[in-house]
């Protein structure tokens, strides 16, 4: 494990060393540039991915394939307990949140562009095959997002304002920091975390989200892209300046809608096509292991080209491994760390193999693609306003739209992107600010969500740079010292996991697991029961 960990180490340092010294020959930006290429060709390449896929196997095996074992309990207590369990939904009176404030908030920043644009980019490279890739990621991704919100939740503490501060910064810090010798490591990896989180919130979580909103509204229906930038900073500010609870209570009016909003047209396409189902099922399953290609003496690259693109935007779309998301679970009234966990099986569940899926069937069955190549019929569209279009990933699903809808379809897609959007800066607000009270202290957030609201305006107008992938690279940053504190802690989840079984399963008198602290296990065992923590 340590010589695994030791040898992509090796990797990323030897591809900065590489490109440090062209960016000495060059000019700054191009550089900076080239810098940025090589890093990123090894956080987002096979071996890093590799690392991912493991890291799922690894939970799935020690949780013996919980998210399938108690597929019906989990689905039971998240979902299915928004509609009869109030403590899951009842607003409280403390810094905390609910649990389903927690889970709209989680999926305001993964349900994004990724769900839309990412899952066309996919398709358009890797082919049909890529949704089986992505699917497969989804399938682990659940149970990497289910240990890193029970790590959360064991590992978080209060701070002064009396709200819960949790995150891979802090397992990292005092779950792998607390070993024999790691102290130093511990903490090192924490600052590093914390650091890409908080230059990520800028890029994937800010700026390229609101170039993607001014850019569909200029596109779509002419709105100039300083407009839609001062409008999007003015309501971002309205929301973020007033802080975690704020935030919680736009998203989850604000997720349900549009996700559902969504769904509702992605659904109104599958009948549609319904006759379609087989012949696209097909290509998907033929395409991941690139049988078509075999006539042509390419099925190693076809198999390559499915795999990497459906694990990468996998990934960007629910963003399990990365360890995002833990910081707004960890802001949850839940006592159980499992139960929070499960919140975090669902997230990915409904993230990617429900809103992800839906995106593929309409783009698979549209006619702009032939099933039988996996390729597009033809590279250009003629839209309803006769305008030619070469199809992108930017637009292909608005296509889908237009195809079968006109410019309501178009219209309908500059919409759910906008809300997508939208929401991811206001849950990547939260992440940012959590990284920034970790490496400065709480005075210093204020600071932080002025500059990020600021720079909604900026990203509004900028165009097709750097910052996209530099925002691309620190994302990806994040989830190597969040998969090292995973796998280091694995054995915690494990414990916990079992005791939760042990005690709602199969009725043992054990006590429960709450925290690693005594101090907030005595705090939270003297805490009333609720119905969710039964």
Known sequence: MYLKRAGFAGMLLGSLGLAAGAAAEGGFLDGVAKVNDAVNGVVWGIPALALLAFVGVLMTVLTKVFQVTHFGHWIKKTIGAVFKDKHVTTHTRDRSISQFQSLCTALAATVGTGNIVGVAGAILIGGPGAVFWMWVMAFLGMMTNYSENVLGIYYRRKNSRGEWS??????????????KGCKTIGRVLAGLFAVFCLIASFGIGNMTQVNSISGNMDAVF?????????????????????????IAAVTEKIVPFMVILYMAGTIALFFINISHVGAVFGSIFRGAFAMEAAAGGVVGY?????????????????????????????????????????????????????????????????????????????????????VTLELTKANLVSSVFDKQFGFAGSAFIAISIMLFAFSTVLGWSHYGTKACEYLLGEKRTIPYRVIFVLLVFGGAVMGDNLA????????????????????????????ITKNYVSRHMRGSGEKPIYSAFPDVQAEQEAAPETDADD
């Open 468 to 495: 996209w992938e530099l925002a691309d690279t620190f994302n990806g940053l994040m989830m190597i010292p969040n998969l090292i504190g995973v796998i280091a802690l694995s054995g915690e989840v494990m414990k």
């Open 222 to 246: 002419g709105v100039p892209t300083w407009v839609t930038g001062a409008v999007i900073m003015v309501l971002v500010g309205l929301v973020v300046v007033g802080g975690l609870k704020r």
């Open 302 to 386: 076809g198999i390559k080209l499915a795999i990497e693109m459906g694990m990468k935007r996998g990934v960007f779309s629910n963003e399990a491994g990365l360890g995002s998301s833990v910081m707004v679970h960890s802001n949850s009234n839940v006592k159980e760390p499992v139960k929070q966990g499960m919140w975090g099986i669902f997230e990915v569940f409904a993230d990617t193999i429900v809103v992800c899926t839906l995106t593929a069937f309409a783009v698979l069955s549209s006619g702009l693609f032939n099933l039988d190549t996996g390729r597009l019929v033809s590279e250009t569209y003629v839209n309803s306003a006769g």
């Open 166 to 179: 949790g995150g891979a910064m802090y397992y990292l810090r005092d779950g792998l920091g607390s070993r």
